[in-house]
């Protein structure tokens, strides 16, 4: 089984910073693609962002220009960098991972097979 633990989260001001983390740990897989969703109060999960094994990455629209997404292989970590944060970024975030990571639509909830248990991202205005 593998776990997810996801840190970084915290209250920030609109236009701040926050830098999310996700670390895998338990059994070794082989390739695996990471990613990120989040969940607003009274809304649907949503896709946020992924890193795939082969480096390639997909952001929501509502996010490009001001999220990246990076993997460290050797720690088996995803990082998310929030910048230019909004008060409609508020939301519990979530740690994702699909192993293996074949071709797919990486921007549905069920091509994943793991999650963590989230961690919440509060930005004021």
């Known amino acids: 089984q593998v776990q997810l633990v996801e840190s970084g989260g915290g209250l920030v001001q609109a236009g701040g910073s926050l830098r999310l983390s996700c670390a895998a740990s338990?059994?070794?897989?082989?390739?695996?693609?990471m990613g990120w969703f989040r969940q607003a109060p009274e809304k649907d999960r949503e896709f946020v962002a992924t890193?795939?094994?082969?480096?390639?990455?997909y952001y929501a629209d509502s996010v490009k220009g001001r999220f990246t997404i990076s993997r460290d292989n050797a720690k088996k970590t995803v990082y998310l960098q929030m910048n230019s944060l909004k008060p409609e970024d508020t939301a519990v975030y979530y740690c994702?991972?699909?192993?293996?990571?074949?071709?797919?639509?990486?921007?549905?909830?069920?091509?994943?097979?793991?999650w963590g248990q989230g961690t919440q991202v509060t930005v004021s205005s």
């Open positions: 338990g059994r070794t897989f082989s390739s695996y693609a």
């Open positions: 890193i795939s094994w082969g480096y390639s990455t």
């Open positions: 994702a991972v699909r192993s293996p990571d074949y071709s797919g639509n990486y921007y549905l909830q069920t091509e994943y097979n793991y």
